[in-house]
């Protein structure tokens, strides 16, 4: 079936350390993902997507990884800002074609300490 | 920067009661959905929609949900008879284009209480 889901529902990391959050995916077919970032009573801004074809995107201090054989996504981001304290959320597109709904994954909470 | 805005920002409401949560997507988007999050959970698809129609709905939408989009700028989402666990954060998303070419831009959300 459709799941997406995240190995760590809690992150803690200090100020300038690099985090790694993690996601599984199941669904084969998907072909688009996103990375979501959520602060609190907000919602979900677009941090950076990947498509299948690819394995790795870079963005401005994120790096998006992607593991088709595992079915393995995992967000990066370097040297972690107390501004980045938030729900990180994962999302795919389960199909090709159709209109194109996100599956959330669980969420995984980042606590920025200084 | 485009955005999507949503109205009310929090709605409390008794059980049994209609409610109509409003969105305006960014203009030139074509793709609109509702999603929701039950406090502390996942951000749950409800329906997309396109060309006018519904184009999708999850186990969620069921008979007491529709959505409109009377005006060409509006997208709302309608619960007729709103029951406790209706109570979540509501978000109205919008897309330019189907697949993989762009995101889905979310709005701010609507909190609903059912009282």
């Known amino acids: 079936g459709e799941s997406v889901g995240l190995h760590l529902p809690t992150l803690s990391v200090q100020e300038g350390d690099n985090s790694i959050i993690n996601c599984a995916y199941s669904?084969?077919?998907?072909?688009?993902f996103i990375w979501y970032k959520q602060e609190s009573g907000k919602g979900p801004q677009f941090i950076i997507d990947i498509r299948s074809n690819m394995d790795k995107r870079q963005g401005q201090r994120v790096t998006v990884l992607l593991n088709k054989t595992v079915k393995h996504l995992s967000l990066q981001i370097a040297a972690t800002q107390p501004g980045d304290s938030a729900v990180y959320f994962c999302?795919?597109?389960?199909?090709?074609?159709?209109?194109?709904?996100?599956?959330f994954g669980a969420g995984t909470r980042l606590a920025v300490h200084p | 920067e485009p955005e999507v805005t949503q109205t009310p920002s929090h709605q409390v409401t008794q059980m049994g009661q209609e409610v109509i949560l409003r969105c305006v997507p960014i203009?030139?988007?074509?793709?609109f959905y509702w999603y929701r999050q039950i406090l502390g959970q996942k951000v749950e698809f409800l329906v997309s929609?396109?060309?006018?129609?519904?184009?999708?709905k999850s186990e969620i939408f069921d008979d007491q949900f529709s959505v409109e989009r009377p005006d060409g700028s509006n997208f709302t989402l309608k619960i007729r008879s709103t029951k406790l666990e209706d109570s979540a954060m509501y978000f109205c998303?919008?897309?330019?284009?189907?697949?993989?070419?762009?995101?889905?831009?979310f709005g701010q959300g609507t909190r609903l209480t059912v009282v």
């Open positions: 998303a919008s897309r330019s284009s189907r697949q993989g070419q762009g995101e889905a831009f």
């Open positions: 929609f396109y060309n006018n129609e519904i184009s999708e």
């Open positions: 669904n084969s077919a998907s072909d688009y």
């Open positions: 999302a795919e597109n389960p199909y090709s074609g159709g209109y194109n709904k996100l599956i």
């Open positions: 203009s030139n988007h074509l793709y």
